[in-house]
């Protein structure tokens, strides 16, 4: 598949998917079995409506979702007691698969919600959107529900406050911008049609989840979307604009240590794939800077992108699953 | 089926059960609703929500009139009349406040939540409880989001209604999101009024005297408290905001001082003005400074009465459920239906604090016990508990 003819085929926006009714009646007929999976760390402000919203027009109104998750990383706020009053299911990322031992980062609950969570579809939704609507799910769900081909399902954001007719450009976050899109332009030209690959928010068929190594910090999307592309093709890839989602900006300090995350995981990508040859071994400290009283001092940030492997490899998993006979 | 008022008071805990059990629903109106900004006259984001919202549950009807109301009907089993539910659309915020709400599991905050979000969204959730109940009214009901409500919109949106409406209304109802065991049943006499004064860029500020604006105005409100205010009828002067100025040493050109006279007595409202205006002519003169009187709204005293059936069942209804009704005068809808002899009262959803602030909150729990007041209100309503009795 070209990339103009994806754009064309593989981008959607959620206003196309109004009828509700009609994704619920596909849903229905295919038997599939859908689960929300929001992770969280100390995300009390927002959880509670994201929930209630959720639950109120997806669940009850439309049943569109059979389940609702918190995997929370140990959120010292009151996330988890509002998330259980609305009904969610609430897990402790370090009480699923106890014996994998435990690891820091929204990728271990990304990861871990494939072993608890029953659906044929996961989406997964960031907590920290204040501007919250069912489109952030439906929008996600639908291209999945309706072409078979398909298996994963980005968000994308791209309302401008104001524009005139013609040209405009279209974009990600700094991020995407300063790194992820000039890594893609040189080594995987087709995934530059993604408009935000770093977006929080997808959707994916279980067979895809299952199958793809999770990096537990800042790499995961970027090596989700390198893997599903590499074993499935630009074609099982598609995304979806959902307007506009408002969430707390980030300093660019923080850029920096999400986007030295990201590097690790492409670099490892590129050579697994044997894309570039053996890479030495690489340094796992970011070192930034500060002035304190007139002194430079250094900051180190040491980050290392580790990776959970296939979920499917995991025997729990497995049995679970029913997958060994 | 309630159909004695006994029945009725027996029923109000199967109300409040349904209504916890709509809890989300009634949570997500509010926040979807209470995030689109709405100030007067920019109305038409929760105009559509709202219409969204009643076509989904099947209401007949739905439209938007030409002042921007928002309205749907659920047929009644007879239909001979109407029951007009109605919450103002507007809040007093702008279009910049950030109108996030938040939700934790006993409150809901931010901008406009309690007024009148709440009131909104219990228009938009009501179908889906009576659903829930299997309740049918005989009594067509109205359902109306108001426009143009507010402060110098002075209740346009439903005075249009109501001057243009053909249906017959046989009684009204205004919902507020605060207080809980509210319960208005008549105006007072009311006029919005704001006082502008400006001073010409050609002003002598040599001269002895010059003061500026924000000291005229000060001028204007001692003037205003000289004024004699009897006990009886009942009369205040309340002073709502001031504004003038442009930072610490720029003299000020402009300033606006907004006010409301309210009285039982008509015509002391009227006297009390003919006083101010009277007080703004002898210092506009004196101070060489333009000042203007503009009269923004009015209100005629009126109401049902405190043994008005609608009122005492209203009231057996509150005692039920365990509220302590609280009769207090009203100067918003409630206002227009006495204009239109329509019998009506306004009544609130929850409890809450910071009205009209950005931190305004709402209580969740008392408001399974706001809608269950009001659907004991429709069907007491509707079984002709609540009419006049000759």
Redesign the interface.
């Known amino acids: 598949m070209q990339l103009n003819e994806w754009l064309a085929h593989n981008t959607f926006h959620h206003s196309a998917f109004w009828d509700l009714k009609q994704i619920v009646r596909e849903k229905e007929k295919q038997n599939l079995k859908v689960s929300l999976c929001i992770p969280t760390l100390n995300e009390e402000k927002t959880i509670g409506k994201e929930i209630v919203i959720f639950k109120s027009e997806l669940m009850n109104r439309y049943p569109m979702i059979d389940e609702i998750a918190v995997i929370d990383s140990g959120s010292t706020d009151r996330t988890r007691e509002i998330a259980a009053e609305y009904g969610a299911d609430v897990y402790l990322s370090e009480h699923i698969l106890p014996e994998m031992g435990a690891r820091k980062g929204k990728g271990e609950n990304l990861w871990k919600a494939i072993y608890q969570l029953e659906g044929d579809i996961i989406i997964y939704i960031d907590a920290d959107i204040k501007n919250i609507r069912p489109r952030f799910v439906y929008g996600l769900l639908a291209p999945l529900v309706y072409r078979q081909e398909i298996k994963y399902v980005k968000a994308f954001y791209d309302r401008p406050l104001a524009f005139s007719q013609g040209v405009r450009p279209s974009g990600g976050g700094r991020v995407t911008e300063i790194l992820v899109r000039p890594l893609f332009s040189l080594f995987f030209p087709d995934l530059t049609a993604l408009v935000q690959p770093l977006s929080g928010e997808y959707a994916v068929r279980r067979e895809v989840l299952e199958n793809i190594p999770f990096p537990i910090g800042y790499g995961v999307e970027t090596s989700h979307i390198i893997d599903v592309y590499h074993k499935w093709g630009l074609s099982a890839l598609g995304q979806t604009d959902l307007d506009q989602r408002v969430h707390r900006n980030q300093a660019t300090r923080d850029l920096g240590k999400m986007a030295f995350g990201i590097l690790q995981t492409f670099l490892s990508r590129v050579q697994k794939l044997g894309i570039v040859p053996q890479l030495p071994e690489l340094h796992t400290v970011l070192r930034q800077f500060q002035v304190n009283d007139k002194q430079f001092e250094q900051l180190e940030h040491h980050i290392l992108e580790e990776e959970r492997p296939p979920m499917i490899t995991i025997p729990a998993y497995r049995k679970k699953r029913g997958m060994d006979g | 089926m309630a159909h004695k008022f006994k029945d009725i008071l027996d029923a109000l805990p199967e109300y409040r059960t349904a209504a916890e059990s709509a809890r989300?629903?009634l949570?997500?109106?509010l926040?979807?609703i209470g995030?689109i900004p709405a100030p007067s006259g920019q109305e038409d984001g929760r105009t559509r929500f709202l219409l969204d919202r009643f076509a989904?549950c099947g209401l007949h009807n739905s439209s938007v009139d030409e002042e921007g109301n928002g309205m749907a009907i659920l047929p009644g089993e007879v239909g001979e009349d109407s029951i007009l539910l109605v919450a103002h659309l507007d809040t007093p915020f702008t279009r910049k406040d950030d109108h996030?709400?938040?939700?934790?599991?006993m409150t809901v905050r931010g901008c406009g939540v309690t007024d009148n979000s709440l009131g909104v969204a219990v228009l938009a959730t009501l179908p889906t409880l009576l659903e829930k109940l299997n309740i049918h009214l005989n009594s067509d009901l109205m359902l109306m989001g108001a426009s143009k409500s507010l402060g110098s919109a002075d209740l346009r949106g439903l005075r249009f209604f109501l001057e243009n409406n053909e249906r017959p209304i046989r009684a009204g109802i205004c919902i507020e999101g605060i207080e809980l065991g509210r319960l208005s049943i008549g105006s007072i006499g009311m006029m919005r009024m704001e006082i502008n004064c400006h001073v010409p860029e050609e002003y002598d500020w040599t001269r002895f005297g010059a003061s500026g604006a924000i000291l005229t105005i000060n001028e204007v409100i001692n003037k205003i408290l000289e004024i004699a205010i009897p006990r009886r009828p009942r009369t205040r002067i309340v002073f709502g905001s001031v504004e003038g100025g442009k930072g610490f040493y720029p003299v000020s050109t402009n300033a606006v001082l907004r006010f409301e006279i309210r009285s039982d007595s008509a015509e002391m409202v009227k006297n009390i003005r003919r006083q101010i205006e009277d007080i703004v002519e002898e210092l506009s003169s004196k101070t060489e400074s333009d000042l203007t009187c503009k009269v923004l709204a009015s209100r005629q005293p009126g109401g049902i009465a405190f043994n008005h059936p609608f009122s005492t069942h209203t009231r057996k209804i509150l005692k039920r459920l365990g509220v302590e009704g609280r009769t207090s005068p009203s100067t918003s809808e409630l206002s227009v239906f006495i204009n239109h002899n329509i019998p009506a009262v306004t009544v609130g959803i929850s409890t809450g604090e910071h009205l009209n602030q950005a931190n305004e909150k709402a209580m969740i729990a008392p408001m399974f016990t706001g809608l269950a007041q009001l659907v004991g209100m429709l069907l007491a309503i509707d079984r002709g508990y609540c009419d006049a009795t000759e």
């Open positions: 989300e629903t949570l997500a109106n926040v979807m995030e989904e996030t709400l938040r939700v934790d599991n």
